[in-house]
């Protein structure tokens, strides 16, 4: 589920170049705070992939509800 999580929610990066840098910035509008710069937009989407992993670790971390992508959600559950 976190695979196809994560797969889903790169389909939604944006990139653009930004004219006064020469930087690529790319952002998963759907996701406040997930967003990357670089040097070429290559880079940029891997870097962007490592911020979503993190933003969903920590908003699991944080027993956050993150939001549903295509109609998938990731969802814990308390182990008993």
């Known amino acids: 589920m976190l ?3 994560i797969e889903a929610a790169m389909h939604y990066a944006r990139c653009e170049w930004l004219a006064d840098d020469g930087v ?11 967003w990357a710069s670089g040097d070429d ?4 989407r891997v870097e962007l992939q490592e911020v979503l992993e993190g933003w969903i670790a920590l908003g699991l971390a944080r027993h956050d509800s993150l939001p549903a992508i295509d109609g ?3 969802t814990v559950e308390a182990v008993r």
């Open 3 to 5: 695979t196809a999580y």
């Open 41 to 44: 937009e290559a880079c940029t």
């Open 72 to 74: 998938l959600k990731i």
């Open 24 to 34: 690529v910035y790319c952002e998963i509008p759907p996701l406040p705070g997930v």
